[in-house]
């Protein structure tokens, strides 16, 4: 669990970059408790300066995994500068999932959503949709290896058809069980988008 200046959230082309000045708060230790999470985010707030949050362990425990993220979003609700976010962790309760999702679809400032290698529920890719259609300043989406599939593509697909904001996103489902079927999605979108 550390800070770290000058780091940036990237695919392979660099393509979701931040500023210079960016901070960097990694949540990556899997012996740490949630009460040193707790105290850490806390110190964390006090300074401000964060710009991307990694959230990446190895807990099993619902309880402790749902307290982590409970101790993210007060960070997200309390500070404005941050621009990414990027999970690749086992997910929290579906409550608890709904309120992340609820703060990051009202967070403007919030530019890059990275979910990486976790199986996602039905509830969560719901949740998901939403944060995706209301979040309007949305650049960068990676769902990597979260087991989504061509019917999910295709929702996708269809709440970025109304956002005016698609042509300048980065969107990268690599190593999902997708097919060509979901390429003719994205080009329908995209047609819709390039009127």
Same mark, same amino acid.
């Given at each position: 669990?550390?800070?770290?200046?000058?780091?940036?959230?990237?695919?392979?082309?660099?393509?979701?970059?931040?500023?210079?000045?960016?901070?960097?708060?990694?949540?990556?230790?899997?012996?740490?408790?949630?009460?040193?999470?707790?105290?850490?985010?806390?110190?964390?707030?006090?300074?401000?300066?964060?710009?991307?949050?990694?959230?990446?362990?190895?807990?099993?425990?619902?309880?402790?995994?749902? @307290? #982590?993220?409970?101790?993210?979003?007060? $960070?997200?609700?309390?500070? &404005?500068?941050?621009?990414? +976010? *990027?999970?690749? /962790?086992?997910?929290?309760?579906?409550?608890?999932?709904?309120?992340?999702?609820?703060?990051?679809?009202?967070?403007?400032?919030?530019?890059?959503?990275?979910?990486?290698?976790?199986?996602?529920?039905?509830?969560?890719?719901?949740?998901?949709?939403?944060?995706?259609?209301? @979040? #309007?300043?949305?650049?960068?989406?990676? $769902?990597?290896?979260?087991? &989504?599939?061509?019917?999910? +593509? *295709?929702?996708? /697909?269809?709440?970025?058809?109304?956002?005016?904001?698609?042509?300048?996103?980065?969107?990268?489902?690599?190593?999902?069980?997708?097919?060509?079927?979901?390429?003719?999605?994205?080009?329908?979108?995209?047609?819709?988008?390039?009127?």
């Amino acid at each position: 669990m550390t800070t770290d200046d000058n780091n940036t959230a990237t695919d392979d082309n660099n393509t979701a970059t931040d500023d210079n000045n960016q901070n960097t708060l990694y949540i990556n230790i899997p012996d740490v408790n949630e009460f040193e999470i707790a105290t850490f985010i806390n110190s964390i707030q006090i300074g401000g300066g964060i710009r991307n949050v990694f959230i990446d362990y190895e807990y099993k425990d619902q309880h402790t995994i749902d @307290n #982590i993220y409970v101790h993210v979003i007060c $960070l997200l609700k309390n500070m &404005i500068n941050i621009r990414i +976010i *990027k999970i690749s /962790c086992l997910g929290p309760s579906i409550d608890i999932f709904t309120e992340f999702m609820d703060v990051m679809k009202n967070n403007i400032n919030i530019v890059g959503f990275i979910w990486l290698g976790v199986s996602v529920t039905v509830a969560e890719t719901e949740l998901l949709l939403n944060m995706i259609k209301e @979040n #309007i300043s949305l650049k960068t989406l990676f $769902l990597r290896i979260i087991n &989504i599939d061509d019917s999910m +593509i *295709k929702k996708i /697909c269809h709440e970025l058809k109304y956002n005016q904001n698609v042509l300048g996103m980065v969107i990268d489902c690599n190593y999902n069980g997708i097919c060509e079927r979901s390429l003719l999605y994205v080009i329908d979108m995209l047609k819709y988008n390039n009127k």
